[in-house]
């Protein structure tokens, strides 16, 4: 799962208000944002293997540290340890939220993935395999998305159309990826990943300031 992940963004600040919405994109992606570099240093394994399931041709046989069940507990713990230390205005309630969309990554992949998720270490993977069918794996990431975003509109106030807008862009990347050619290399797919989540969090963190008023 890619931008259905968001969606849980977008309704966790919808929970806590006092929780910018690019911390939550971090976090919600931050098995990814630590995936990338560890296969980039050799530490996690990925195979490109075009047909391995319908909507991605990620052999994703070796990340014990990142997508295993224990390791999402732990990084989600970090995180509500992190947050709580550095943001301590928030209290317990928003650190916790935000361990908690740290673990909604691994919960989600559980839907699409096919069973490459380990419980702990490298074994006893797991996976449902919904990217084995790729128009109802891309509702499901539309519905997630938008879904959240919903919540989140509703709730408060934000930039609505700008929001929607983006939300749009973010579908039809994500239909690129489902449907497009496969990455060139293990390298380059992490690497994209990485940037991207980078360059999500940061458009998401403009987009929520405060209009200006002119003066």
Not at 41 to 47: F, P, S, Y
Not at 59 to 79: F, G, K, R
Not at 156 to 183: D, E, K
Request: glycine share 8%; aromatic share 12%.
């Amino acid at each position: 799962m890619f931008i259905g992940h968001y969606g849980v963004s977008f309704a966790s600040k919808s929970a806590d208000r006092s929780i910018p919405l690019w911390v939550l994109f971090i976090a919600v992606q931050l098995l990814d944002v630590a995936w990338a570099p560890f296969v980039l240093l050799g530490i996690e394994k990925v195979r490109i293997v075009p047909g391995i399931t319908a909507s991605s041709p990620l052999d994703l046989y070796y990340m014990p540290y990142t997508h295993s069940l224990i390791a999402a507990l732990l990084w989600s713990a970090v995180a509500f340890g992190a947050y709580r230390l550095l943001a301590p205005r928030g209290g317990s309630k928003a650190a916790l939220i935000v361990g908690a969309a740290v673990l909604s990554h691994w919960v989600l992949d559980l839907l699409v993935h096919r069973p490459d998720l380990p419980l702990y270490d490298n074994t006893a993977k797991v996976g449902f395999g919904l990217w084995n069918y790729p128009v109802p794996a891309l509702v499901l990431e539309i519905a997630m998305l938008f879904g959240g975003l919903w919540i989140y509109l509703r709730t408060g106030p934000g930039r609505r159309t700008s929001m929607i807008v983006y939300g749009v862009i973010m579908v039809c990347i994500q239909a690129y990826i489902n449907f497009g050619p496969p990455p060139a290399s293990d390298k380059s797919v992490a690497m994209t990943a990485l940037v991207a989540y980078f360059l999500f969090a940061l458009v998401i963190g403009m987009l929520e300031r405060p209009r200006s008023r002119p003066g």
